[in-house]
């Protein structure tokens, strides 16, 4: 069809065989990880460690472990910064015992395994995958079977291209049959906090310290 396909970026699931594959294949395409599945990591690493009644009853405990899933939102060369504030943090916190566990397993994990690079969203417009898995919501509604043959995977295909491009002429002329959600309208209000907290980073009218306290305030529950 000549259709030469070069994103500039992706956005996917922390699967490492699908970011090997992508970076092989499109050298010149960043892979981003998804904001979302990154906190839901943490959020379960969290449960796996015993910590549940320490994140939900502890505020500073809280704030500290929401702390860590916000550094995806500092420019990466901050992140390494960001982090010792933390670790430090925790070091004078009187759940140091603790908190040390999830510190162990963050560095290990997110430091180590899958670098800063990978998961920092700072540059990144859409800094979740959960679009592209609304999509496959709906197209897995349209299949209505688990086993569809080829043909009428095809056929929904075709369905939803007829939707999307009826969505985008509508958006396109300056309205849309869609009516905003409320979770469209709040997440679209968090992002110019995050713009306007960066700014303020990059300006200097705010600590490093005090912006990943204030993101750990926009870390919302996976």
């Not at 970011?19 to 499109?26: D, F, G, P, Q, S």
């Not at 904001?35 to 502890?58: A, K, P, V």
């Not at 969505?167 to 679209?188: C, D, N, P, W």
């Not at 209000?189 to 912006?211: A, P, V």
């Amino acid at each position: 069809m000549g259709f030469d396909l070069k994103p500039l970026s992706i956005i996917c699931d922390f699967e490492q065989s699908f970011m090997n594959a992508v970076t092989n294949e499109l050298p010149q395409t960043i892979v981003i990880g998804c904001w979302f599945h990154f906190c839901q990591s943490c959020y379960r690493n969290i449960q796996t460690l015993g910590m549940m009644n320490l994140y939900e009853d502890d505020a500073e405990s809280r704030e500290l472990l929401r702390g860590f899933m916000g550094l995806a939102l500092l420019p990466i060369d901050r992140i390494y910064e960001g982090h010792e504030i933390l670790k430090q943090r925790v070091t004078t916190s009187s759940q140091a015992k603790q908190l040390n566990a999830f510190v162990s397993y963050f560095e290990h994990e997110w430091i180590h395994v899958f670098k800063p690079s990978t998961w920092s969203v700072n540059k990144s417009t859409w800094r979740t995958n959960n679009h592209a898995e609304a999509q496959n919501k709906r197209i897995l509604t349209r299949v209505a079977q688990p086993h569809p043959h080829l043909w009428r995977f095809i056929q929904c295909l075709k369905q939803e291209e007829s939707v999307i491009s009826h969505r985008m002429v509508q958006t396109e002329l300056g309205f849309s049959s869609i009516r905003e959600k409320k979770s469209t309208r709040k997440a679209a209000r968090k992002s110019k906090q995050i713009q306007k907290l960066l700014q303020l980073l990059e300006s200097k009218g705010r600590s490093l310290d005090d912006t990943i306290k204030s993101f750990a305030h926009l870390v919302g529950e996976p």
